[in-house]
């Protein structure tokens, strides 16, 4: 279910509840970059900035890619989907809520466009082939999904997961799909900026790191060094 939290970072109830995941040599498999093809659609948004959402499996590790994207003014840690009463982590966490662990990320398309985002979420976050789980973590909260929040993201990810299909990058058919945007309830406090408050953390340490250091060899042009904070 849930991973290596230290007792003292978070509220007795929650972290009473929280289930270590066995690591395993094919779970640590499964997060290896694959270099996802350049979108041949590109997306057209106009000026100034725009919102979409992220669902990648845990969100410290898709919140930590995206803070170190140039372009990207914010990335914020929360629950896509169900209702408010269950959006906690304590209650998604039985993956009966409908919620996704999902990220808000704040862009500007003239810096870094849409289809390119998306680029960067399936070469470096999230594996496209896999439903309901992601790295160790296993459960619909866990599910990877694409949340358009306009018509021209929803066009230019329903093409990216058709070219992406085609492409021959993986092997397994891509189960990703598209989700009409719901709310998004921001997450706790202690989630936001995860990565960059806890950078010795266990689980940082073996499944996010190797994230953000495949985006700055992957995509040195779209790297950013500092770490975007909420």
């Given at each position: 279910?849930?991973r ?6 978070v ?7 929280i289930?270590?995941?066995a ?8 997060e ?6 350049a979108?041949?659609r590109?997306?057209?948004e ?6 979409a ?10 919140e930590?890619v995206?803070?170190?994207?140039k372009?990207v003014?914010?990335?914020v840690s929360?629950?896509?989907g169900?209702n408010?009463a269950?959006?906690?982590?304590e209650k998604t966490n039985?993956?009966v809520?409908?919620h996704?662990?999902?990220?808000r990320?704040v862009y500007?398309?003239?810096i870094?466009?849409y289809?390119?985002l998306l ?9 496209p082939?896999?439903?309901?789980r992601q ?13 358009p929040?306009s018509?021209?993201?929803?066009k ?20 990703t ?7 998004f ?8 900026d995860f990565?960059v ?10 499944w996010?790191k ?5 985006l ?10 500092t770490?975007?904070?909420?």
């Amino acid at each position: 279910m849930k991973r290596h939290f230290l007792a003292a970072m978070v509220p007795l109830a929650i972290a009473s509840a929280i289930v270590i995941p066995a690591y395993s040599q094919s779970a640590a498999a499964l997060e290896r970059p694959v270099a996802a093809p350049a979108a041949k659609r590109f997306a057209n948004e106009g000026n100034g900035l725009k919102t979409a959402v992220f669902a990648g499996g845990c969100f410290w590790g898709v919140e930590a890619v995206f803070s170190h994207v140039k372009g990207v003014k914010s990335a914020v840690s929360g629950y896509h989907g169900g209702n408010a009463a269950t959006a906690t982590y304590e209650k998604t966490n039985t993956g009966v809520t409908g919620h996704a662990e999902a990220v808000r990320v704040v862009y500007d398309p003239k810096i870094v466009r849409y289809d390119q985002l998306l680029q960067i979420f399936f070469s470096v976050t999230a594996d496209p082939t896999l439903r309901n789980r992601q790295g160790p973590d296993r459960g619909s909260q866990y599910r990877a999904a694409l949340v358009p929040l306009s018509a021209e993201q929803r066009k230019v990810a329903a093409a990216y997961l058709k070219q992406m299909q085609a492409s021959g990058k993986w092997s397994s058919p891509i189960v990703t799909e598209i989700e009409a945007y719901k709310k998004f309830y921001k997450a706790e406090t202690y989630h936001q900026d995860f990565m960059v408050k806890n950078p010795r953390h266990g689980y940082i340490v073996r499944w996010d790191k190797p994230k953000v250091a495949a985006l700055k060899a992957m995509y040195p042009s779209h790297y950013r060094s500092t770490f975007i904070r909420n």
